[in-house]
Structure formats: C-alpha cells, structure tokens
C-alpha cells in the first residue's frame, strides 16, 4: 500500500476529500496528474475531483497512524470517532478509565514501531 506519497500529495487527498468549491488550490492542482496516475483520486462527470475508494483508505489509515502517535504522545489526545473506534477495535488503545483519553496498549507500541522502523 506503500506508493511512496509525499505529505505534500498526503495535503492535497486531505483537501480534495473536504470538498472542492469552484478553483482546486495550488496544492492539489500540482499533484492532480500524480494521484490520478495513482488512482488515490478520479475526475467526476461535472469536472470536480473525488477521492476514490484506495485515496479514502489511504486517508484513513495515516489518520489512524496520526492518532496512535498522539495518543502515544499524550492520551488526553482528542481522535475522530472513525479512528478511535477502528484502534479500539484492533487493540491498538483503550479506553482510560477516568473517561479522558486512551491509553495506547503494548500492541499500538509494537505496531507504532513496526511503522517506524519500515519508514526508515
């Protein structure tokens, strides 16, 4: 699933994924070309740009990696209801029990360092 996106082109799936209204911004106009190519986006019939189903998965899966990083870094961290619900479910962090935040479990650790250690 790796295809080696910059967090410039990372910014732009973020941005086309809010909605585009009238002119697309400098960011996502220079890396139309390379996510079309890459299928993460497609052109609808009315001209505008859609995140296709791999651009929504790859959205959500740096979101969830974000998020574990935050709570790793401080469990008051606030996630999206999306996120926390899917790191919950895989066992990746629970919930603290004064209700605050998460706590990231030994799992989210190990795979926390598995991320980083194969983006390195």
């Known amino acids: 699933m790796n295809d ?3 967090r410039d ?11 585009t209204h ?8 220079r890396n139309t ?25 790859t ?3 740096r979101n969830c990696i ?7 870094s401080d469990p008051g961290s606030k996630l999206a209801a999306d996120v926390a619900l899917f790191l919950g479910k895989k066992g990746h962090i629970s919930p603290r029990p004064a209700g605050d935040g998460f706590d990231i479990t030994d799992k989210g650790r190990e795979s926390l360092a598995d991320i980083d250690s194969a983006a390195s």
């Not at 009238?22 to 106009?29: E, K, Y």
């Not at 996510?35 to 505008?48: D, H, R, S, V």
């Open 4 to 6: 080696g996106l910059t």
């Open 9 to 19: 082109e990372y910014d732009a799936l973020e941005q086309i994924s809010k909605g």
């Open 22 to 29: 009238g002119r697309v911004s400098a960011c996502v106009a």
């Open 33 to 57: 070309k390379r996510l079309t190519g890459l299928k993460f986006i497609a052109y609808e019939k009315n001209g505008g740009l859609s995140l296709t189903e791999k651009g929504q998965q």
């Open 59 to 61: 959205l959500f899966i």
């Open 66 to 72: 974000d998020g574990l990083r935050a709570i790793a």
